[in-house]
């Protein structure tokens, strides 16, 4: 008997109890942990938290939260709005930036356009003390690596020029972060309008709808595999018989064909010897008199006379 391979159950309706920490949704080394650490301990936001007034109304989300989740989204190539937004209830990385209370798309979209040149600056800054503590890239960011020891001699020491060189070639770098972002968004904007863009029906989230809708398209396929099964199988009986009974009815063919091509032939060579009417009695005198002689006309009448 032979026994049935045995697979890691998939315990995918267990109900399962989520870590203690929302860091705790990736590793220690992961980027995402590593941008929440520059955000939080490195960085300086009072430009931003200070363009917010107090007063009533919902609280905004936290800038810091914001600055991180954007400046991770941009490390990792995405840079549209609508697709953070997105990754932030799908991915554990930046589920774990937004902790569980994910912006909508239009709040990631707004922030970035409030604090445009703040986030440039401070993204420069991140880019920045990621090279001087020996990052080689931040995501899919390549950096250079180059390292500024404290006590390094003016030989080891980077120069002043190449450090605005450098800083400029890190703005650069973050500007067309920014500008590949607007560009997204402007056109998911235009496609999607004031939709997220991937929104599904309504009925995939009733379970006892999902079921019906599959199975009608599940039998509705399978309809269409049977009749094209059935015209396969009509096609190919009726090429079998067309073959068995096609070189009889080829025979059959090619003798009407020759006797019909005898008949023409025939025909045109019967006209091919008659002369034309105008040539009658013109071209062929003496075999228009034979002829007369011959069937009793008045030639041969008068030479009986004559005799």
């Known amino acids: 008997m032979v026994m049935s391979k045995e697979f890691r159950a998939w315990k995918i309706d267990d ?9 705790d949704y990736v590793p220690g080394d992961h980027l995402s942990r590593l941008i929440v650490s520059l955000v939080r301990e490195s960085l300086d936001l009072s430009a931003i938290m200070g363009s917010y007034p107090s007063g009533l109304g919902q609280p905004p989300f936290d800038p810091r939260l914001m600055t991180a989740l954007l400046l991770h ?5 995405l840079y549209s709005s609508r697709r953070i937004a997105r990754a932030a209830v799908e991915r554990a990385d930046f589920m774990m930036i937004v902790a569980g209370d994910p912006p909508d798309f239009r709040t990631i979209s707004e922030f970035r356009r409030r604090h445009l040149k703040a986030l440039a600056a401070l993204f420069v800054q991140v880019l920045k003390l990621a090279e001087r503590v020996g990052l080689v890239k931040l995501g899919h960011v390549a950096l ?7 006590n390094a001699s003016k030989h080891k020491a980077m120069s002043y020029e190449r450090m605005k060189k450098r ?4 703005k650069a770098e973050v500007d067309r972060w920014l500008e590949a972002a607007e560009a997204a968004d402007r056109e998911e904007d235009r ?3 004031d939709k997220r863009g991937d929104e599904m029906p309504d009925w995939v989230a009733d379970k006892q709808k999902r079921l019906e809708k599959i199975r009608q398209a599940k039998a509705e396929l399978e309809a269409e595999a049977r009749a094209a099964a059935e015209a396969e199988t009509k096609a190919r009986a009726e090429a079998q018989e067309q073959r068995q009974r096609g070189p009889q009815e080829d025979r059959q063919d090619g003798c009407a064909a020759e006797g019909g091509a005898r008949r023409q032939g025939a025909t045109q060579l019967h006209r091919s010897r008659e002369p034309h009417p105008e040539d009658q009695g013109r071209l062929y005198p003496g075999l228009q008199r034979a002829s007369r002689r011959r069937w009793g006309g008045p030639d041969h009448r008068g030479a009986h006379a004559d005799q």
């Open 15 to 23: 109900v399962q109890l989520l870590p203690p920490r929302v860091q």
């Open 191 to 193: 496609l999607y309008g």
């Open 167 to 170: 800083e400029a070639e890190l």
């Open 144 to 150: 250079d690596g180059t390292k500024i020891k404290a």
């Open 73 to 77: 989204g941009y490390a990792s190539g």
